[in-house]
């Protein structure tokens, strides 16, 4: 039976012209062809089967992405980090033009993302993965499968199911060894209880090419997204099965909810998850397993985090003048798994097994368990988390502290007045002085102030109480640093009120003329660091600056932007500091407890890898705001300001990190500063910032005892209150690696990654991170299967049931700015993310890495919940909705062009889609049901993240919307990083080849 034209269009990408010849009926071929296409059929056949018996490759390489350089031009300097004026985007190529909401090409992905493809030659296989065809739904029609592939239940995908991939069967997504699982009757698995997750209908079909009963129409052929784990769908059931009950914190080993779970933590005995969640909450007992199975082991710790209303802070202890207790021989403190001997009147220690004396002031008997009588009523014997008052023997010099004082040091070259920074800033510090941190009920804040103004030299300000004027003081000689006034130049803000106000209306006017454009940055520091030590106290130095700091000072540094660099081995050096200045500076200011918050407006490049340099090790933050402009960024930067200034922060502070036998801490991660290998140095601690702790075997660990971690943190209070913050957790250990499997957190795996790899790229070319990446990543899948799933075929990916977003949210941390750059993206962008994650809690890099996107028309308008997010892909937008995408840093609102013309209207007060302002950042006020609700919903998204996010709207096909695809992290970039379904498929590969 000759094949049909229509048969020979599904294989041929450039089908012949139809023959003419009268001896040949119309829509066949001629011989040739009919041979050639024989040829075809044959070899695509061949290369279907060769992949189900294990021996071809999972997908077929189709050439080199586009980058988005030849795609669209160049974006402006301000870049994804920035901000434009409103209206204005980002120029593309007029060649380009601007596609509207289409199918994204799904393709294997570049060498450059460290993917091999499969050797070429040899007829090309038909596309499998092209975009949707028209009429066709993102379900797709329902396929019917080959005899080896036996078809699931339509409703889910059963755990065990064969899902079928491009060239033939592909992965169970549950593991068949996950707690709960049981053997179905039909040889699958299943879970014992609760509701399956529904990931949709599984893959088509390879559809089969020819067959005895003459030609059938082909079913439309491409891969089905809902078939492969989702991220919103694991979401949404942990949110139904955790979210209801408290998790209460008294059993050892406990996996805490998700981070996108809210739930009420009850604290029995371990600290809660909000302080410290861990990669696994089982520890493998040998280092030889540990080696085996590649799960990195870490804690990602968040001393001072600030709970929700309804929880306790932690209890404060006072033990007099004898100081908390602790183990004469580890100086672990007291806490709930110490055991009590001989009556009560010793302690063996639970870290290091040393017999300890209890001080006769704390003895107390125990009861018939062995424990003591008290236990309840001291939060070191029953809770996990709490606070003991220091004694002066924890004290700089046996001398308890002063009260912290905040320096506001404030740039006013020509660049910071012109844009009107300088006059909006101190219109702020009016009012926001009055919102300075305080302890407890304290009526009035202890933190004094100062403030400095600087360009190419540096002017001090006496604002003395008893002054009717502030005085000036000019200090010209930068090279040689010191402050000029000791009296009057940190001062109490109610008692000087007059004169600060006084001062904050004179600054704009005495520098409106200016025309210096130089300024220096490094004796900027300097001098608020010798404020702070002439007044014999800690605190911040909050630092405005916007340009290049090119005068002739110490730190001076040159501009070395270099765009070339970029995917060389040289490419490291734009991450690494110019001059050894900055950390010498850094290294003093955290001996003094001088913590650094720098807010940065530049206009171009500002070498923000070098000025980061001192935040990132005093344990600062950093704030960039690339092109400011008073009228578009001002909400911005001012709600930053606020929050910046009105957060609670420990300073000059020290943690440890303590841990039972047969483990230990070995690598630390953060914004801090290390002199020897176990004290991390911080000289301020805000409740944003977390410690990533690496732990390494040094013993066998013993099952029956699991393992202890204690975090103590010394710290002073804004109150000049020395403290001791502990927080203890008790994990269990194993001797099976499925045990490890099933009680990882695939999130804060991915935290330690991405931040692990963002160190790595100091050092190391870009290229080769991302590969001992997914090295990593598929050695820790292939050790599962090796050893935790049950005998399957080689065409199946098996992924570990608390690990089966592994590798999704893996792939959009290889996409991200800093291991995969677009054009767009600066140098100073990808400087600015890399020590931004550096820091960051586990809830913030899930959100940073796979942004959440939410349609606004779908719920009910009365309904007052979030709506229910969508995956991050192209293929769920619909151009009559409107969507909300955010990631913690940016917010845009995508509208379709087929809205309808009542919630258009309803929402931007205007008549049509045309007439939407595209790059509009602030949306109107208007009294009905709808803008209420969306704007309801934007102040609630930014509520939730620690930085404000800008509003940007963007309009289906207008040129913004490149920006906002560049979140759509499901997708294939335009930088060249792979989608989600070809990283999966290359995952897969990577899998058998470690198996084989």
Not at 341 to 356: A, H, M, P, V
Not at 570 to 598: H, I, M, N, R, S
Request: net charge neutral.
């Amino acid at each position: 039976m000759e094949p049909t034209m229509a048969q020979y269009q599904a294989i041929s990408k450039h089908p012949p012209k139809v023959c003419q010849e009268p001896h040949l009926p119309q829509g066949h071929l001629q011989p040739q062809q009919h041979r050639l296409l024989v040829a075809r059929l044959h070899m695509a056949s061949l290369a279907k089967e060769m992949y189900r018996m294990g021996q071809a490759p999972l997908f077929r390489c189709k050439g080199p992405p586009t980058s988005l350089a030849s795609a669209s031009g160049s974006f402006p300097n301000s870049g994804l980090y920035g901000s434009y004026p409103q209206g204005q985007a980002p120029p593309l190529s007029q060649a380009q033009g601007h596609p509207g909401i289409q199918t994204p090409q799904r393709s294997a992905p570049s060498q450059a993302s460290g993917f091999t493809p499969p050797a070429s030659g040899g007829p090309r296989l038909p596309s499998m993965t092209g975009p949707l065809l028209p009429g066709q739904s993102f379900g797709g029609p329902s396929v019917s499968q080959p005899n080896h592939v036996s078809s699931p239940p339509p409703q889910a995908l059963p755990p065990g199911t064969q899902m079928t991939g491009p060239l033939g069967p592909l992965p169970p997504m549950h593991s068949p060894q996950q707690p709960g699982y049981q053997p179905q009757q039909n040889g699958s698995f299943g879970p014992a209880r609760g509701p399956q997750p529904n990931y949709g209908s599984p893959y088509p079909a390879a559809p089969t090419f020819g067959s005895q009963s003459g030609p059938q129409p082909l079913p439309p052929k491409r891969l089905d997204p809902d078939a492969i784990p989702s991220p919103i769908q694991v979401i949404e059931d942990d949110r139904n099965n955790r979210g209801t009950e408290p998790f209460v914190t008294g059993v050892r080993g406990q996996v805490p909810p998700l981070v996108t779970t809210n739930f009420l933590v009850k604290d029995q005995g371990n600290a809660s998850p909000r302080y410290i969640r861990c990669t696994s909450y089982n520890i493998p007992c040998t280092s030889d397993m540990a080696k085996q199975a590649q799960v990195p082991l870490a804690a990602v710790i968040k001393p001072l985090a600030r709970l929700p209303p309804e929880e306790a802070s932690p209890y404060v202890v006072d033990h007099g003048e004898s100081g908390p207790l602790r183990c004469n021989r580890c100086k672990a403190y007291m806490c709930p798994f110490m055991q009590f001997i001989e009556g009560g009147r010793r302690f063996q220690c639970c870290f290091c097994s040393c017999i300890n004396d209890v001080p006769p002031q704390y003895f107390q008997h125990l009861d018939h368990t062995g424990k003591r009588v008290d236990a309840y009523d001291r939060p070191e014997l029953s809770l996990g988390s709490y606070e003991f008052l220091a004694t002066v023997d924890y004290c700089k010099n046996n001398k308890f502290p002063s009260p912290p004082a905040f320096i506001f040091m404030i740039d006013v070259s020509y660049n910071a007045i012109r844009t009107g920074l300088v006059r909006l800033l101190c219109e702020e510090l009016k009012s926001l002085l009055d919102f300075l941190p305080r302890e407890g009920g304290a009526e009035e804040s202890a933190i004094r102030v100062g403030f400095v103004t600087y360009n190419k030299v540096l002017h001090f300000y006496n604002v003395k109480s008893s002054l009717a004027q502030p005085q000036m003081m000019v200090v010209s000689d930068v090279a040689d640093m010191f402050v000029p006034l000791l009296d009057g130049f940190l001062v109490n803000v109610n008692e000087s009120r007059a004169v600060i106000t006084s001062l904050l209306d004179q600054i704009p006017e005495m520098f409106a003329d200016t025309r210096e454009t130089e300024t220096v940055f490094v004796p900027v520091i300097q001098a608020g660091m010798e404020a702070l030590k002439a007044a014999e106290c800690a605190g911040k130095l909050f630092l405005f600056h916007t340009s290049l700091p090119i005068a002739e000072a110490p730190g001076k540094l040159k501009n070395r932007d270099d765009r070339k660099l970029i995917n060389t081995d040289k490419e490291k050096t734009l991450f690494q500091p110019q001059t050894g200045a900055y950390q010498t500076l850094a290294k003093e200011c955290v001996a003094q407890g001088c913590c650094v918050d720098l807010f940065l407006f530049p206009n171009q490049y500002v070498d923000v890898a070098t000025l980061s340099v001192v935040p990132q090790l005093t344990g600062g933050s950093v704030y960039k705001y690339a092109c400011f402009q008073v009228e578009n960024d001002q909400e911005r930067f001012l709600s930053d300001l606020r929050r910046d200034v009105q957060k609670v922060v420990g300073f000059d502070a020290v943690m440890r990190v303590r841990t039972s036998t047969g483990i230990r801490a070995v690598d630390f991660f953060g914004a801090f500063y290390m002199s020897n290998t176990t004290d991390v140095e911080l000289a301020g601690l805000d409740g944003d910032k977390t410690v990533t702790v690496e732990f390494k075997h040094d013993d066998r660990l013993n099952e029956e005892s699991g393992a202890l971690l204690q975090c103590a943190l010394l710290y002073t209070s804004c109150a000049g209150q020395r403290r001791l913050r502990i927080h203890n957790l008790a994990l269990n250990c194993c001797t099976q690696l499925a045990d490890l499997y099933r009680n990882c957190e695939t999130d804060t795996l991915i935290n330690y990654m991405a931040k692990f790899a963002y160190r790595g790229v100091l050092n190391s070319p870009v290229k080769a991170v991302r590969d001992t990446l997914i090295t990593q990543c598929a050695q820790i899948l292939a050790c599962y299967r090796k050893n935790c799933a049950s005998p399957s075929s080689a065409g199946q990916l098996i992924l570990p049931e608390c690990m089966k977003l592994l590798p999704v949210y893996l792939n959009c941390v290889l996409k991200s700015d800093v291991l995969q750059p677009g054009a767009e993206i600066t140098t100073d962008d990808r400087a600015y993310v890399r020590q931004l994650v550096t820091s960051m809690d586990v809830a913030e890099t899930n959100v940073f890495f796979y942004p959440r996107l939410l349609p606004l028309t779908k719920s009910p308008i009365e309904s007052t919940t979030e709506p229910p997010a969508v995956r991050a892909s192209e293929e769920r937008l619909s151009n009559g909705d409107m969507y909300l995408l955010e990631n913690g840093l940016n917010l845009f609102l995508w509208v379709g062009a087929s809205v309808q013309q009542g919630v258009v209207q309803s929402l931007f007060s205007v008549s049509s889609f045309s007439q939407i302002t595209s790059g509009l950042s602030v949306l109107p006020v208007l009294d009905n049901p709808l803008s209420k609700k969306v704007r309801g919903l934007i102040d609630s998204l930014r509520a939730q993240r620690s930085r404000y996010m800008k509003l940007i709207v963007v309009k289906q096909e207008d040129k913004l919307e490149m920006l906002f695809k560049h979140f759509l992290v499901e997708d294939k970039s335009l930088s060249g990083g792979a989608s989600y379904v070809d990283f999966l498929c290359h995952m897969h590969k990577e899998i058998r080849q470690l198996l084989s």
